[in-house]
């Protein structure tokens, strides 16, 4: 396998990196006021699908460039800034690949196309309340009445919820899985308040409640024959997480460096002290460990394959961990300044939880582990 980057590649890291440093130069990139984040994460999309960012993954053409370098691009997106990454993935990386994957031409025109140009904002919902797919049947359901459906639900959290146009929301009609695809605005759709946390500060984030909202047969993908269609989304939501973990790890470990160059106690800086400089050591040696690790689960041959499913979840667990260790690590180096809020540590530290939760929870995908290991 090669993980070099070809010149085309590393000129599309540049375009992104230019873009997200000019973004974070005008702005506030973990904008904390929800109008703010919205509008931000519009001007954001805008500007990226000046690049071929948003087709990453999801378009194939030879002037898109493939996954290891979807992960390359992802990782500076995120290192910037972990919230306004998480939207942007969750409209494109989630809600377009799910209508690319799965659409006829006709929802594609709608759905995809503005979404890849960054003119609409996606979102998928998935968790419903006090449950977990991977363990649970979906209660949000579709009764066909005539030409119409009617979808009722109630989904606990949605990335992009609140603001988003388009809303993936995942349920059953007529005993099958299926994807309801829901506008902006639709009659029965409550949108909840918009969610506090402990990190992810930029994120847009609410519950969802569908009360008989009523949709025709064109916006709905699927019914598919199994589940593993759920199985198959929860794999590209971890690919997201990957990626996330490689641009905490990157902000984390950059500003602890240059802290520890910079920053002096008894007549030298802080690097020259052995325990700081093997922190940064293990540091490095987790982060770039992360990297061929990601790198390797997103580019392995996709279909039917269960190895490929359980190298992500392998890829998961490490990198979930090693974002929060490299993370902590160099709130330690930056110390009285890192736990003072605003610099990439506290930020990276904060927001490291979320990637264990989401997607596959580290705890359920050591399960997915250990059956494969056992041949069960
Ligand atoms: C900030 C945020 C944003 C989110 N955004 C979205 C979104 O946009 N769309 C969406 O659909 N969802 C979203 N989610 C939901 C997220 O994917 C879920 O929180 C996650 O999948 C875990 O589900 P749960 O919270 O129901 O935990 P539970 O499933 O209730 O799990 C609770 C605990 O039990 C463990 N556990 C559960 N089952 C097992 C098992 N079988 N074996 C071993 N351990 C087990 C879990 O690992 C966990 O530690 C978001 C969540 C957060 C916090």
Redesign the pocket.
């Given at each position: 396998m090669n993980f070099d980057f070809t010149q085309q590649e590393l000129m599309l890291f540049k375009e992104i990196n230019d873009i997200m440093f000019g973004l974070a130069r005008e702005r506030t990139l973990e904008e904390k006021d929800p109008i703010s984040a919205e509008s931000l994460l519009r001007e954001a999309l805008d500007r990226l699908a000046k690049t071929s960012y948003l087709k990453l993954g999801i378009a194939q053409s030879k002037d898109i460039p493939g996954l290891c370098a979807m992960m390359g691009a992802m990782e500076i997106v995120s290192s910037c800034s972990p919230s306004l990454y998480l939207s942007i993935e969750?409209s494109t990386r989630l809600f377009g690949r799910i209508i690319s994957t799965y659409g006829n031409e006709k929802q594609k025109a709608k759905w995809l196309s503005p979404v890849l140009y960054g003119k609409k904002l996606g979102?998928?919902?998935?968790?419903e309340k006090?449950?977990?797919i991977?363990?649970d049947p979906m209660a949000t359901i579709g009764i066909r009445e005539n030409a119409l459906i009617k979808i009722s639900g109630v989904?606990?959290?949605?990335?992009?919820?609140p603001v988003a146009d388009f809303i993936a929301v995942a349920g059953t009609m007529e005993n099958k899985p299926a994807l309801f695809i829901v506008e902006k605005g639709i009659k029965g759709l409550i949108q909840g308040k918009r969610l506090e946390?402990i990190g992810?500060d930029g994120?847009v984030?609410s519950g969802l409640t569908l009360e008989n909202c009523q949709i025709n047969e064109d916006q709905i993908i699927g019914q598919f024959e199994d589940k593993s269609i759920l199985t198959t989304l929860r794999i590209w939501e971890n690919q997201i997480i990957l990626g996330s973990c490689l641009g905490m790890m990157k902000s984390s470990f950059e500003s602890a460096r240059t802290y520890a160059k910079t920053h002096k106690t008894g007549g030298k800086p802080i690097i020259a002290y052995q325990e700081v400089g093997f922190k940064l050591a293990e540091m490095l040696t987790l982060f770039q460990t992360s990297q061929l690790f990601a790198y390797r689960a997103v580019c392995a041959p996709e279909g039917k394959n269960r190895d490929f499913e359980v190298l992500t979840y392998c890829a998961k667990v490490f990198c979930t961990e090693a974002a929060e260790k490299v993370s902590g690590w160099a709130l330690q180096i930056l110390s009285g300044e890192g736990y003072i809020s605003g610099n990439p540590a506290e930020r990276s530290y904060r927001c490291a939880k979320?990637n264990q939760?989401?997607?596959t929870?580290?705890?359920?995908s050591r399960?997915k582990i250990g059956d494969a290991a056992i041949g069960a």
């Open positions: 969750m979102a998928v919902a998935l968790l006090t449950m977990n991977d363990n989904k606990n959290y949605v990335i992009n919820g946390t992810l994120v984030i979320y939760i989401a997607g929870s580290t705890e359920i399960v």
